[in-house]
DNA sequence: CTTCTGACTGGGA
DNA sequence: GTCCCAGCCAGAA
């Protein structure tokens, strides 16, 4: 499933976004590495969720993304930080003192055990 | 082709 | 602990 293919990489994101079970949570570098390798992509990553179709918006769990710090990062107006916090609330992830997710806990990085 | 930007990251202040 | 700065990659102008 995720891989670097082609020049598809927004594509390679939302699938590996997809592939997130509920209840969990990932980075950006992280999903940038099992993709291209290069953990530096990170920005990149971002930005293909920033981009992301109001069609599949409802499929690709995009609020499962957090920054490396288990915080969120979002600039987006309209998927606010605050709606990102009550999506994952809602799956069972359980923020910190500073609304902080606990990476050790909740952190995804690829496996298949859901 | 060059240039800029972005939902990031790590290190230093 | 938090805030700021520079580096990183891929895509759009």
């Given at each position: 499933m995720g891989r670097a293919e082609d020049g598809n990489f927004f594509e390679s994101v939302y699938a590996l976004v997809r592939c997130i079970p509920a209840g969990r949570v990932t980075t950006y570098g992280t999903i940038a590495g099992l993709l291209t390798?290069?953990?530096?992509?990170a920005r990149t990553v971002g930005w293909a969720l920033h981009g992301l179709p109001e069609e599949i918006v409802d499929e690709v769990?995009?609020?499962?993304v957090i920054n490396a710090q288990g915080r969120i990062s979002t600039s987006c107006e309209i998927h606010s930080a605050g709606e990102q916090r009550d999506r994952l609330e809602s799956e069972g992830i359980v923020f910190g003192a500073?609304?902080?997710?606990?990476l050790s806990r909740f952190g995804w990085w690829g496996d298949d055990e859901q």
């Open positions: 390798g290069r953990q530096g992509a769990p995009w609020w499962r500073n609304d902080r997710v606990d």
